[in-house]
């Protein structure tokens, strides 16, 4: 339905938009403007009107007061976060936290995209990629208790395992190097079964004639993934790729802190922004110090955006988001 | 057309849910009018009546919890009793405990006028005050609370003035907290061992649970703080955690002498106690991922743990732990003497504040008197209908009428509105232990009073300091504190804590103290 819609609409625009400029455009396709419209009120709403109160960071924030009642105190707020050493540190664990999922769920979902499509058992096919779905459903606080479970020093399966095979018990949760990957192996577990569903339905999507002629000139399986599959799924892996750097500041909060929690001898690892910022004014309530490192991340991750899509442009202008 | 027509009512479904979503929300957030107008109601219903020269006037009060079985019934019974006195009627709403805070906070903040708010030290009274959100209640009360203010000891009052003004109630069924431990009684006494009464002996008890008891952990506690100022290393003082639970600067006070304050890291009491439970730690008296900790009372009930931090009533713990481990007895052990006097600071955990915003003051401070006009008045919002709710059992006693299911009663939580260590009774059935510690908590002979009693810390000016050091005192100091790190590390700690500020706090604390201590005399 949308399809047919669409196609008019193009041939129409090609046609008569220099004409008739914006208004016709929106009068032409007033339909699929319309459908737009609950879409851009609710960023209008919930996304950009909100921004007002990024003043808050560069106030003395007073609920009686209210923000723009409050008085202004310059750069105040932000002095917490960076007088104190850890900023570097935090930042640093929160990139290199994110560097890793990032880098390990694309290859890996990638990968398991294409070897899915390869599968051609269906009822096979199905099952896993069910399987690999479903802990998309599970929310962090139950992972959390999945993993102490795991990962207890008494009792935990692991050491108790451990302790079967007559090896030597590991104290998880005063082992701070250990949890990077750890976190990494729950963030797989969780998230690629969701990645893995884009990216199969992209190549599900490929015209076939592509893969028939290639088999045709004697291409192996693995050149065929190499020369064509690949290629064609660069743009999505991009930005894909692309929304995740996006958010490379972002923490995921409901992550760290339901598997980390209060477990202060793991915070040299595993301390992201989001975590610190929060236990630092949970006690506080400072509304003025919260929002400047809501601003400072905002701010990381728009120079991010903007840079990395920067670059693809030059490297694969088809690509860039914008 | 078909299609076109298709897209148009989807475009209209998505366009109406939008707004359905924030309709739902401006709903929840009017629940908070709603009682104002049900009182409004109220209100012009007792003006037809009303022959009174008071107008009448409608109270509403926000508290935190579920709303309490049959509360319709009591109010009811209760507006009676107010119409005929104050010619007011009386609605209370309540928000579940973890949306209470922000509720109260937007509340405040959007200038409603419900009359009564609760609020703590611990939640965000501090902040409240200083945003101006409640009334300055002393010359109120002073004109209009005789009875209030004969009900509630002056020290009471004094204790927990905030910052020299009666900015809430306090409410508190004793005068002072006490700090202890809960132990497995049954355990005790199948070692054989004495009712213990001194550190040596809890050792032992740790370590008898260590040896007869596969499987079982002998001490724990939450992960995100350090048990010692809760029993083991405040016992005979009366100590001042400045900075907060993550920042602290312990300040040790005695009836007649406030000692040196230091960082927590040179102080000779905290000291000895690193030395000590660091030495349980790798002895394995206390749980291995003691640092993850989440729910310690959930796994002493259920008799994984011998031991945690306790309170001194143990008669609702005593009742759910028998049910799942039949023969268990919960004890309350406290390393001060049990017949000595306790020292105290009087400070208490919960206010019921008057919202700056009420429009009639006077009347709501009336109707806080009306409660501790009369005992029978107390005794009917506490406790519900006398001989529906509850029967009185005598030497301010109270039991539950035969053949009533006490989790389907009236249950008020009588410290989030009225709490009163005179006015308060004792259920018939609780324990000697319980009706012994309630009687010596209640005995301003059996306490005293700190150098410190009504010492309000001020946090503002290290509030940058404070919250770097509690960003990193849980990764630093906490594990040192709680026996999983070693001692050896203490100047690695150091070293961070005095990066993030922690000293500015210490001298803080010094002035502030001082300057107190100055003032007082």
């Known amino acids: 339905m949308s399809k047919v819609l669409c196609e008019t609409g193009h041939s129409g625009k090609k046609v008569r938009l220099r004409k008739n400029g914006i208004l016709h455009e929106l009068l032409k396709n007033k339909t699929i403007y319309l459908m737009m419209l609950p879409g851009i009120l609710f960023f209008f709403i919930f996304a950009y009107i909100p921004m007002v109160g990024v003043i808050m960071a560069f ?147 490929f015209d076939t004639e592509c893969f028939e002629a290639a088999a045709i000139d004697g291409a192996s399986k693995f050149q065929q993934i190499r020369y064509i599959t690949i290629p064609l799924l660069m743009p999505t892996i991009i930005i894909l790729t692309l929304l995740q750097i996006g958010k490379i500041f972002y923490g995921d909060f409901g992550m760290f802190y339901s598997i980390i929690g209060d477990n202060g001898i793991l915070y040299a690892t595993t301390d992201v922004i989001d975590t610190y910022v929060y236990r630092a004014l949970r006690l506080m309530s400072d509304f003025g110090m919260a929002s400047a490192v809501g601003l400072y991340q905002s701010l990381m991750c728009f120079v991010m955006v903007f840079g990395s899509n920067l670059l693809v442009r030059k490297y694969q202008s088809d690509a860039a988001l914008f | 057309m078909f299609k076109k027509l298709i897209c148009l009512l989807l475009a209209g479904i998505m366009f109406v849910s939008i707004f359905t979503a924030c309709g739902s929300k401006t709903n929840d957030s009017t629940t908070t009018n709603s009682t104002n107008e049900s009182s409004d109601e109220a209100k012009s219903g007792s003006e037809k009546s009303g022959s009174e020269e008071l107008a009448p006037y409608a109270i509403s009060a926000f508290l935190p919890g579920d709303t ?162 809760n029993g083991f290393y405040d016992a005979g003082y009366d100590v001042v955690l400045f900075g907060g639970n993550n920042a602290e600067v312990d300040i040790f006070a005695t009836a007649d002498e406030v000692e040196e304050i230091v960082p927590i890291y040179e102080n000779p009491h905290v000291l000895e106690w690193i030395n000590m439970v660091r030495k349980w730690y790798l002895a394995g008296l206390i749980e291995k991922d003691q640092m993850t900790q989440k729910d310690e009372t959930g796994a002493f009930k259920s008799g994984k743990v011998a031991s945690i931090k306790g309170d001194y009533i143990v008669g609702t713990i005593q009742n759910q732990i028998e049910s799942i481990i039949p023969g268990a007895k919960v004890e309350f052990i406290s390393f001060e003497g049990k017949n000595d006097k306790h020292v105290t600071n009087f400070a208490q955990w919960n206010f019921i504040c008057v919202n700056a915003n009420a429009k009639d003051p006077v009347r709501v401070v009336k109707f806080l008197n009306w409660m501790y006009e009369d005992q029978a008045n107390y005794d009917l919002l506490r406790y ?35 709490w009163n260590p005179n006015f308060e009774r004792t259920l018939a059935t609780s324990s000697e232990d319980d009706k012994f510690y309630y009687k010596k908590l209640r005995d301003e002979n059996m306490l005293v009073p700190s150098m410190l009693t009504g010492f309000t810390p001020d946090l503002e000016p290290v509030k940058n300091e404070i919250a770097k050091v509690s960003a990193i005192w849980p990764s630093t100091m906490l594990p040192i504190l709680n026996g999983s790190v070693d001692i050896s590390e203490l100047p690695k700690a150091q070293k961070k804590l005095e990066d993030a500020g922690y000293l500015k706090i210490v001298e803080e604390a010094k002035k502030q103290v001082s300057e107190f201590l100055a003032n007082k005399k």
């Open chain 2, 384 to 418: 519900g209908i006398k001989d529906v709710h509850w029967v009185d059992a005598g030497d301010k006693m109270y039991d539950l009428p035969q053949g009533i299911d006490a989790s389907k009663n009236y249950n008020f939580p009588g410290y989030t509105l009225m």
């Open chain 2, 68 to 229: 309490p079985l049959h509360l319709d019934e009591v109010l009811e019974e209760a507006n009676k009793k107010l119409k005929d006195a104050l010619n007011v009627t009386l609605s209370i709403n309540f928000a579940s405990w973890t949306d209470f805070p922000n509720k109260a906070q937007v509340m405040i903040a959007a200038g409603d006028e419900t009359d009564l708010i609760f609020d703590a030290p611990w939640m965000h009274l501090p902040q409240m005050i200083s945003a101006g959100a409640y009334l300055d209640l002393e010359q109120l009360l002073n004109e209009h609370a005789p009875d209030l203010l004969k009900a509630f000891p002056k020290l009471m009052i004094d204790a927990n003035r905030q910052n020299g003004k009666i900015m809430g109630i306090p409410l508190g069924d004793v005068l002072s907290s006490y700090h202890g431990l809960w132990i497995r009684g049954d355990l005790r006494e199948k070692y054989g061992m004495p009712p213990i009464e001194t550190i040596e002996q809890y050792e032992q008890y740790l370590m008898k649970v260590k040896e007869n008891e596969a499987g079982m952990i002998p001490l724990t506690w939450l992960g995100n703080y350090c048990i010692g100022p």
């Open chain 1, 59 to 205: 106030k003395d924030y007073n609920i009686k007061k209210g923000i723009f009642g409050s008085s202004w105190n310059g750069l105040d707020n932000f002095k917490f976060f960076f007088s104190s050493g850890d900023a570097f540190r935090i930042t640093f664990n929160t990139v290199y936290m994110n560097l890793l999922f990032l880098i390990f769920s694309t290859v890996i979902s990638v990968a398991l995209a294409i070897f899915l499509n390869g599968v051609t058992k269906k009822v096979f096919k199905k099952v896993t990629q069910s399987v690999m779905f479903l802990p998309y459903f599970v929310s962090w606080a139950i992972v959390g208790i999945i993993t102490q479970g795991f990962f207890a020093s008494e009792n935990g399966a692991i050491n108790s395992f451990l302790k079967s095979i007559n090896m030597e018990p590991v104290s998880w949760n005063s082992s701070p190097e250990l949890w990077p990957f750890i976190l990494v192996i729950f963030y797989l577990w969780k998230w690629c079964g969701y990645n893995v569903v884009i990216y199969l339905a992209t190549i599900t999507g």
